[in-house]
């Protein structure tokens, strides 16, 4: 009995565009976007060196992006002595809003049952909605995810912000609160 | 793993008795969640009962692939033409209408094509594909080129088609038989240009105001 033909040929031969002509004289795409998969999924090592030299090339980037930033910010100079209140207007248990250092920075100062005082940003570390304090609960709370952080430190300690609030310095002179600077915490 | 170069599929359409239990089976597979991916067409319904089991043919040169426009449908190296890849497909149905075999389908519903992929978790591993598993006839016939001539003496495989001026080559044979002699290629169009022999047709009229109306064609 006569053999019959090879029943298939070799499947990375077999690709033949329409137009028949051989794969080396077809435009640049049809090997780009090749049916076959294994030549769909090959990658060069060329393009993978070029890969890796571009993706580490934009870390460095980045990076002294970053550096350069916050050598800026720790150069710039400390904002102005403000004084926000008087002492006696505050009573133990209660907070009061203030702006600091400039007059869209929304802060909050508390004074505690006992009679401390603390100061913090209002702003949530996560996105920036105001914080509520809830002085009987020992926590700011932002409602926008549920963020809590803790009252006594303004770390956060439970929800979505990634940083603890931003704590002002304070300094009471006489009767008279003065925020003197802003400390800015990552943990 | 790939599927074995030495098996392959064989279709005899004369074999078909029709029974869809190849419908049912592949429907009943859990990769594409009770579709069935082969279809059993009638080749006309009006004067025969002769049906068509329609399995992806896995074309060497798959128009399907050709045409898709967000290269979803991908050849694995054995040959098997894979249904379109989930992540890419836009279910713009170009694949639909360019199979010259009818093979895919849309489903816009989960706006993705999905096709016969010769059931490639079983093939892969060395199994049958469940149609072939289960037709009765054997129409449906998944194995090695000698099994299938030592089984069917009077046919031989044949995997070259013609489609107009198109030639296609697969992986899945369809049976033809030797006598009076075995065909080069296997004509698709000129196939379906031949028409019944003449014969007339009653019709009933739908707009008319007598219930028995007919026309003759």
């Given at each position: 009995m006569a053999q019959d033909p090879?029943?298939?040929?070799e499947p990375n031969d077999v690709t033949v565009a329409p137009d028949g002509r051989p794969m080396e004289e077809q435009p640049r795409w049809r090997q780009d976007f090749a049916i076959d998969w294994p030549h769909d999924q090959f990658v060069a090592r060329r393009d993978f060196a070029k890969f890796l030299v571009l993706t580490s090339g934009a870390f460095v980037v980045g990076q002294t992006w970053i550096a350069a930033k916050s050598l800026v910010r720790h150069r710039a100079a400390a904002p102005a002595r403000k004084r926000i209140g008087a002492l006696s207007a505050i009573l133990p248990g209660s907070a009061v809003m203030f702006a600091y250092p400039?007059?869209?920075?929304a802060c909050l100062l508390i004074r505690l049952a006992d009679g401390k005082l603390l100061a913090y940003?209002?702003?949530?570390?996560?996105?920036?909605c105001a914080v509520v304090p809830k002085l009987d609960e020992g926590i700011l709370l932002c409602p926008c995810h549920n963020g809590i952080f803790d009252l006594a430190t303004g770390r956060n300690v439970a929800g979505p912000p990634p940083r603890p609030l931003p704590v002002i310095e304070l300094e009471v002179v006489g009767d008279d609160i003065f925020a003197v600077a802003v400390t800015e915490r990552t943990v | 793993m790939p599927v074995p170069q030495h098996l392959e599929f064989f279709v005899d359409p004369r074999r078909c008795i029709g029974c869809k239990a190849c419908v049912e089976a592949c429907t009943?597979?859990?990769?594409?969640?009770?579709?069935?991916?082969?279809h059993l067409e009638y080749v006309d319904r009006s004067t025969s009962v002769q049906t068509v089991p329609v399995v992806?043919?896995?074309?060497?040169?798959p128009t399907c692939a050709e045409v898709c426009p967000a290269d979803a449908i991908k050849r694995t190296d054995d040959g098997v033409v894979q249904s379109a890849r989930k992540p890419r497909c836009?279910?713009?149905g170009n694949c639909v209408v360019a199979c010259p075999f009818g093979v895919p389908e849309l489903y816009i519903d989960r706006a993705i094509m999905m096709k016969c992929d010769m059931c490639y978790d079983r093939t892969s591993v060395g199994k049958k594909p469940m149609c072939a598993t289960v037709c009765p006839s054997q129409a449906l016939f998944f194995g090695t080129r000698d099994e299938i001539r030592a089984l069917r003496p009077q046919s031989t495989p044949s995997n070259t088609f013609r489609f107009g001026g198109q030639t296609i080559t697969t992986r899945v044979n369809v049976m033809v038989p030797k006598q009076p002699e075995t065909p080069a290629h296997i004509d698709v169009t000129a196939a379906m240009e031949e028409r019944p022999r003449a014969r007339s047709v009653r019709l009933p009229m739908i707009d008319s105001r007598d219930p028995f109306a007919e026309v003759k064609v």
């Open positions: 090879p029943p298939t040929r400039h007059e869209h920075d940003s209002q702003k949530c570390t996560h996105l920036a | 009943e597979c859990d990769t594409h969640r009770g579709e069935s991916m082969i992806c043919m896995h074309c060497e040169q836009i279910s713009c």
